[in-house]
């Protein structure tokens, strides 16, 4: 039950009234996602691009330079599908703000300017850029300066 697994993040899943299950290879529950092709092949299934697909697994991960990496979750940049091992609903926010184009924030030195536009703050990590949203149209529209009154 994925509710039961996302409860303790405060989370649950709204069904839109279709299901649609993919057939599991080693006939279990949840995928064992073993490689990078297989995690590029699992979002790349039933793409649906007015909602966001979640695939559950029960393991990700993955050889790179000799070495097993296990993740968490994934979900590419400004997509509709999120990979999430599902005793880690914690991450789904995570993954879900990949989802909403939002990257990570990096450390950099303090004579290195941020790429992105945003600023340090102090603590030498590039921020997240305003951004305020659609042109206002009247009264209670969100402005770079506050609200329209």
Same mark, same amino acid.
């Given at each position: 039950?994925?509710?039961?697994?996302?409860?303790?993040?405060?989370?649950?899943?709204?069904?839109?009234? !279709?299901?649609? !299950?993919?057939?599991?290879?080693?006939?279990?529950?949840?995928?064992?996602?073993? &490689?990078?092709?297989?995690?590029?092949?699992?979002?790349?299934?039933?793409?649906?691009?007015?909602?966001?697909?979640?695939?559950?697994?029960?393991?990700?991960?993955?050889?790179?330079?000799?070495?097993?990496?296990?993740?968490?979750?994934?979900?590419?940049?400004?997509? &509709?599908?999120?990979?999430?091992?599902?005793?880690?609903?914690?991450?789904?926010?995570?993954?879900?703000?990949?989802?909403?184009?939002?990257?990570?924030?990096?450390?950099?030195?303090?004579?290195?300017?941020?790429?992105?536009?945003?600023?340090?703050?102090?603590?030498?990590?590039?921020?997240? &850029?305003?951004?305020?949203?659609?042109?206002?149209?009247?009264?209670?529209?969100? &402005?770079?300066?506050?609200?329209?009154?």
């Amino acid at each position: 039950n994925a509710n039961a697994m996302l409860a303790s993040a405060g989370l649950s899943i709204v069904w839109d009234g !279709e299901v649609e !299950e993919e057939d599991n290879p080693d006939g279990s529950d949840f995928y064992n996602i073993q &490689t990078t092709e297989a995690i590029s092949a699992l979002l790349g299934t039933n793409p649906d691009q007015e909602a966001i697909d979640l695939y559950l697994a029960h393991t990700a991960e993955f050889q790179h330079q000799g070495q097993t990496v296990s993740i968490r979750g994934y979900a590419p940049l400004g997509g &509709t599908r999120v990979l999430l091992v599902a005793n880690n609903a914690k991450v789904l926010a995570h993954e879900l703000g990949h989802a909403f184009s939002l990257k990570h924030t990096h450390a950099v030195d303090a004579d290195d300017a941020c790429d992105n536009g945003g600023e340090k703050a102090g603590d030498r990590c590039c921020d997240t &850029t305003f951004d305020p949203g659609p042109p206002p149209r009247g009264p209670g529209d969100r &402005t770079a300066g506050g609200l329209l009154l």
